[in-house]
Protein backbone atom coordinates (compact mmCIF):
# COMPACT_ATOMS: atom_id res chain seq x y z
CA UNK A 1 0.00 0.00 0.00
CA UNK A 2 1.46 3.47 -0.53
CA UNK A 3 -0.33 4.98 2.10
CA UNK A 4 -0.83 3.56 5.84
CA UNK A 5 -4.25 5.17 5.65
CA UNK A 6 -4.64 2.68 2.16
CA UNK A 7 -4.35 -0.29 4.36
CA UNK A 8 -6.47 1.40 7.28
CA UNK A 9 -9.35 2.03 5.01
CA UNK A 10 -9.01 -0.94 2.29
CA UNK A 11 -8.75 1.77 -0.24
CA UNK A 12 -7.09 2.38 -2.87
CA UNK A 13 -4.47 5.19 -3.70
CA UNK A 14 -7.19 6.60 -6.67
CA UNK A 15 -9.96 6.62 -4.19
CA UNK A 16 -7.99 8.25 -1.29
CA UNK A 17 -7.11 10.72 -4.08
CA UNK A 18 -10.77 11.98 -4.16
CA UNK A 19 -11.20 11.68 -0.13
CA UNK A 20 -8.29 13.85 0.08
CA UNK A 21 -9.90 16.44 -2.03
CA UNK A 22 -13.06 16.70 -0.31
CA UNK A 23 -11.67 16.79 3.07
CA UNK A 24 -9.28 19.28 1.86
CA UNK A 25 -11.82 21.76 0.49
CA UNK A 26 -14.40 21.12 3.37
CA UNK A 27 -10.91 22.34 5.60
CA UNK A 28 -10.08 25.27 4.04
CA UNK A 29 -13.81 25.95 4.20
CA UNK A 30 -14.30 25.97 7.46
CA UNK A 31 -10.88 27.51 8.26
CA UNK A 32 -12.29 30.48 5.82
CA UNK A 33 -15.62 30.92 8.03
CA UNK A 34 -13.61 30.55 11.79
CA UNK A 35 -10.93 32.90 10.40
CA UNK A 36 -13.43 35.49 9.05
CA UNK A 37 -15.82 34.93 11.70
CA UNK A 38 -13.24 35.68 14.75
CA UNK A 39 -12.23 38.43 13.27
CA UNK A 40 -15.40 40.16 12.38
CA UNK A 41 -17.38 39.39 15.49
CA UNK A 42 -14.85 39.61 17.88
CA UNK A 43 -13.15 42.00 15.76
CA UNK A 44 -9.94 40.57 16.73
CA UNK A 45 -6.44 41.74 16.25
CA UNK A 46 -5.19 38.92 13.65
CA UNK A 47 -1.24 39.96 14.34
CA UNK A 48 -1.61 39.41 17.73
CA UNK A 49 0.60 36.78 19.29
CA UNK A 50 0.37 37.52 23.44
CA UNK A 51 2.22 34.28 24.68
CA UNK A 52 -0.35 31.56 26.08
CA UNK A 53 -2.84 34.21 25.94
CA UNK A 54 -3.40 35.23 22.30
CA UNK A 55 -2.15 33.34 19.44
CA UNK A 56 -3.92 34.79 16.53
CA UNK A 57 -0.66 35.36 14.22
CA UNK A 58 -0.12 31.24 13.33
CA UNK A 59 -3.52 30.85 12.91
CA UNK A 60 -3.33 33.66 9.97
CA UNK A 61 -0.02 32.38 8.55
CA UNK A 62 -1.43 28.65 8.66
CA UNK A 63 -4.48 30.28 6.48
CA UNK A 64 -2.29 31.94 4.37
CA UNK A 65 -0.27 29.02 3.43
CA UNK A 66 -3.42 26.95 2.71
CA UNK A 67 -4.83 29.90 0.55
CA UNK A 68 -1.66 29.22 -1.35
CA UNK A 69 -1.95 25.37 -1.62
CA UNK A 70 -5.35 25.70 -2.56
CA UNK A 71 -4.41 28.22 -5.57
CA UNK A 72 -1.63 26.64 -6.86
CA UNK A 73 -3.69 23.35 -6.84
CA UNK A 74 -6.29 24.67 -8.97
CA UNK A 75 -6.42 22.34 -12.17
CA UNK A 76 -5.08 25.88 -14.66
CA UNK A 77 -2.22 26.33 -12.52
CA UNK A 78 -1.34 22.69 -11.66
CA UNK A 79 -1.75 21.82 -15.38
CA UNK A 80 0.59 24.74 -16.87
CA UNK A 81 2.88 25.06 -13.25
CA UNK A 82 3.08 21.11 -12.03
CA UNK A 83 6.40 22.17 -10.31
CA UNK A 84 4.90 24.75 -7.88
CA UNK A 85 2.20 22.86 -7.26
CA UNK A 86 4.12 19.90 -6.27
CA UNK A 87 6.46 21.49 -4.06
CA UNK A 88 4.23 23.55 -2.48
CA UNK A 89 2.54 20.56 -1.44
CA UNK A 90 5.07 18.37 -0.47
CA UNK A 91 6.64 21.40 1.86
CA UNK A 92 4.16 23.98 2.85
CA UNK A 93 1.81 21.57 4.67
CA UNK A 94 4.42 21.05 7.33
CA UNK A 95 4.24 24.34 7.87
CA UNK A 96 0.20 24.53 8.03
CA UNK A 97 0.45 21.94 10.98
CA UNK A 98 2.81 23.40 12.76
CA UNK A 99 0.95 26.62 12.69
CA UNK A 100 -2.36 25.43 13.57
CA UNK A 101 -0.83 23.65 16.61
CA UNK A 102 0.33 26.64 17.70
CA UNK A 103 -2.51 29.04 16.66
CA UNK A 104 -4.48 26.84 19.55
CA UNK A 105 -1.80 23.87 20.92
CA UNK A 106 -5.15 21.41 22.50
CA UNK A 107 -5.60 20.95 18.28
CA UNK A 108 -2.13 18.26 19.30
CA UNK A 109 -4.78 15.75 20.86
CA UNK A 110 -7.19 15.33 18.40
CA UNK A 111 -4.04 15.21 15.78
CA UNK A 112 -1.92 13.18 17.30
CA UNK A 113 -2.84 10.22 15.98
CA UNK A 114 -3.24 10.95 12.58
CA UNK A 115 -0.11 12.84 12.37
CA UNK A 116 1.85 9.68 13.70
CA UNK A 117 0.40 7.56 11.26
CA UNK A 118 1.07 9.89 8.37
CA UNK A 119 4.56 10.32 9.25
CA UNK A 120 5.51 6.90 10.10
CA UNK A 121 4.24 6.10 6.82
CA UNK A 122 5.98 8.51 5.20
CA UNK A 123 9.45 7.63 7.13
CA UNK A 124 8.72 3.95 5.91
CA UNK A 125 8.00 4.32 2.20
CA UNK A 126 11.40 6.92 2.64
CA UNK A 127 13.35 3.80 3.93
CA UNK A 128 12.10 1.66 1.37
CA UNK A 129 13.20 3.64 -1.96
CA UNK A 130 16.50 3.65 -0.53
CA UNK A 131 16.56 0.29 0.06
CA UNK A 132 14.65 -0.96 -3.27
CA UNK A 133 15.82 0.44 -5.64
CA UNK A 134 15.15 0.03 -9.29
CA UNK A 135 17.31 0.52 -12.15
CA UNK A 136 16.81 0.82 -16.15
CA UNK A 137 16.91 -1.67 -18.21
CA UNK A 138 16.26 -0.53 -21.33
CA UNK A 139 15.53 2.52 -23.21
CA UNK A 140 13.49 2.20 -26.76
CA UNK A 141 12.16 5.42 -28.78
CA UNK A 142 8.94 3.98 -30.21
CA UNK A 143 8.32 7.10 -32.51
CA UNK A 144 9.10 10.62 -32.07
CA UNK A 145 6.52 10.87 -29.20
CA UNK A 146 6.50 7.22 -27.63
CA UNK A 147 9.31 5.83 -25.51
CA UNK A 148 9.50 2.02 -24.41
CA UNK A 149 11.03 1.86 -20.55
CA UNK A 150 12.33 -1.02 -19.18
CA UNK A 151 13.06 -1.11 -15.13
CA UNK A 152 14.32 -3.92 -13.60
CA UNK A 153 12.58 -3.51 -9.81
CA UNK A 154 13.85 -5.31 -6.62
CA UNK A 155 12.98 -8.99 -6.01
CA UNK A 156 9.92 -9.80 -4.57
CA UNK A 157 7.64 -6.98 -5.80
CA UNK A 158 4.62 -8.49 -7.20
CA UNK A 159 2.46 -6.56 -9.92
CA UNK A 160 -0.17 -7.61 -12.31
CA UNK A 161 -1.68 -5.78 -15.49
CA UNK A 162 -3.33 -2.58 -14.99
CA UNK A 163 -1.38 -1.68 -12.22
CA UNK A 164 0.35 1.05 -12.37
CA UNK A 165 4.03 1.97 -10.53
CA UNK A 166 5.53 5.84 -9.02
CA UNK A 167 8.89 6.32 -11.20
CA UNK A 168 11.66 8.63 -9.85
CA UNK A 169 14.88 9.26 -11.72
CA UNK A 170 17.14 11.51 -9.70
CA UNK A 171 18.87 13.16 -12.51
CA UNK A 172 15.82 15.22 -13.04
CA UNK A 173 14.46 15.26 -9.21
CA UNK A 174 14.87 13.23 -6.38
CA UNK A 175 12.01 13.78 -4.63
CA UNK A 176 9.06 13.87 -7.60
CA UNK A 177 7.37 10.71 -8.33
CA UNK A 178 5.14 10.04 -11.23
CA UNK A 179 2.73 7.27 -12.27
CA UNK A 180 3.15 5.15 -15.26
CA UNK A 181 0.83 2.35 -15.96
CA UNK A 182 2.62 -0.98 -15.95
CA UNK A 183 2.22 -2.61 -20.05
CA UNK A 184 3.17 -5.75 -19.52
CA UNK A 185 2.71 -9.13 -16.70
CA UNK A 186 5.97 -11.48 -15.77
CA UNK A 187 5.53 -14.76 -17.56
CA UNK A 188 8.36 -16.44 -16.53
CA UNK A 189 10.91 -15.83 -13.91
CA UNK A 190 13.60 -14.82 -15.70
CA UNK A 191 10.92 -11.50 -16.27
CA UNK A 192 9.40 -11.72 -13.41
CA UNK A 193 11.60 -8.59 -12.21
CA UNK A 194 11.25 -6.07 -15.29
CA UNK A 195 8.12 -4.27 -15.99
CA UNK A 196 7.94 -2.27 -19.19
CA UNK A 197 6.15 1.53 -19.54
CA UNK A 198 5.36 3.78 -22.28
CA UNK A 199 5.23 7.08 -21.86
CA UNK A 200 4.94 10.34 -24.75
CA UNK A 201 6.92 13.41 -24.82
CA UNK A 202 5.39 15.90 -23.27
CA UNK A 203 7.66 18.71 -24.12
CA UNK A 204 10.13 20.87 -22.61
CA UNK A 205 9.76 21.45 -18.36
CA UNK A 206 8.06 18.32 -18.29
CA UNK A 207 8.62 14.88 -16.44
CA UNK A 208 9.27 13.47 -19.62
CA UNK A 209 10.78 15.84 -21.18
CA UNK A 210 13.56 16.56 -18.58
CA UNK A 211 13.47 12.81 -18.23
CA UNK A 212 14.84 12.71 -21.92
CA UNK A 213 17.13 15.10 -21.98
CA UNK A 214 19.47 13.47 -19.26
CA UNK A 215 19.46 10.76 -21.84
CA UNK A 216 18.85 7.73 -19.36
CA UNK A 217 20.88 4.60 -19.88
CA UNK A 218 20.93 1.37 -18.69
CA UNK A 219 21.92 0.58 -14.87
CA UNK A 220 20.88 4.62 -14.18
Not at 5 to 27: D, N, P
Not at 51 to 67: D, E, F
Not at 109 to 119: D, E, F, K, N
Not at 130 to 157: D, F, N, Q, Y
Request: with cysteine; charged share 15%; proline share 6%.
Amino acid sequence: HYSPFAWLYGSSYERLVKFHRVFAWTLFILMCIHGIGMAVEYDADVFEWNGAVKRNLPGVISWILLIFMVVTALYPIRRKVFELFFYTHIFLYHCVIVMAILHHPPTIIYMALPILIHYGGLFFRMFQRAARKAVIESVTEISAEIVRLKIRIPSGVKFEPGQFIYVCFPKVSSIQFHPFSICDAPLDDAKANVVTLHFKKMGPKTFTGEFMGKQPQPGD
